[in-house]
């Protein structure tokens, strides 16, 4: 597998980093003893209307209809709005605004009720991506956006810039040899091992041939 690929799971560091950011949350009963989640709060109980910093490896665990906190859909996130209905996303440096836009949104998109962080995110990357594939056949040396793409992004523009490069070196015959993709690689290996089983399953064994 590539090794720059970037699925999120539990020992994933970019996973890691997303889920210690704090999400705003709104309090909707009042909680005994748990005046210490607001470090400005007063008393030992947490108030209905109160709003609390809590990270999102937390609300994670919440059920999404929970009856004790509604998560408060982030300001970068409504800022972005407006750019995706007028189709101008790809001005916005979506670094600056999160380094994990994309799968920031993604997991805060069960607990948005009003179901816009969702078509936010798909809609910014929609946008995005032709624009995405323009910058990443530049390699005159202009050097990568950093500000404006976000971590997903500047992976998806690494792996765009080397799959160009290979592609012009082969056009121009700097490539002698010609490396098969990692989905035929893999076949090839199943088609092997299915092979080998049906010799090792049959009656005559593997190295013995039908007599005539």
């Known amino acids: 597998m590539n090794s720059r690929s970037y699925f999120p799971n539990y020992y994933s560091i970019e ?19 748990m005046g210490f ?10 108030s209905p209307g109160k709003s609390v910093n ?18 408060d859909v982030p300001m970068i996130y409504k800022n972005v709005h407006k750019a995706v209905c007028e189709a101008e996303t790809t001005h916005i440096e979506l670094g600056k605004l999160h380094p994990f836009f ?3 949104g993604r997991y805060l998109t069960p607990y948005d009720s009003n179901h816009i962080v969702g078509k936010i995110v798909f809609e910014t990357m929609r946008q995005r991506v032709r624009h995405l594939l323009d910058i990443s056949k530049n390699t005159n040396g202009e ?3 950093e500000r404006k793409l976000d971590d997903i992004e500047n992976k998806l523009y690494e792996i ?28 090839s290996k199943k088609r092997r091992r299915a092979l080998l089983s049906d010799e090792e399953s049959s009656p005559q064994g593997p190295n013995k041939r039908s007599s005539t």
């Not at 989640?37 to 947490?46: H, N, T, Y």
């Not at 994670?60 to 009856?67: G, T």
């Open 15 to 33: 996973d890691i980093f997303v889920s210690q950011e704090r999400v705003e949350c709104i309090v909707n009963t009042k909680l005994l003893q």
């Open 37 to 46: 989640l607001d470090p400005g709060a007063e008393c030992e109980d947490l």
């Open 54 to 71: 809590l990270p999102l490896w937390y609300i994670k665990e919440l059920k999404i209809n929970n009856p004790y906190f509604s998560v």
């Open 102 to 104: 994309y799968e920031y």
């Open 143 to 145: 050097g990568k956006p």
């Open 160 to 187: 765009g810039v080397k799959t160009n490069t290979f592609y012009i070196n082969w056009l121009q015959m700097k490539s002698r040899n010609i490396c098969i993709s990692e989905m035929v690689h893999e076949h």
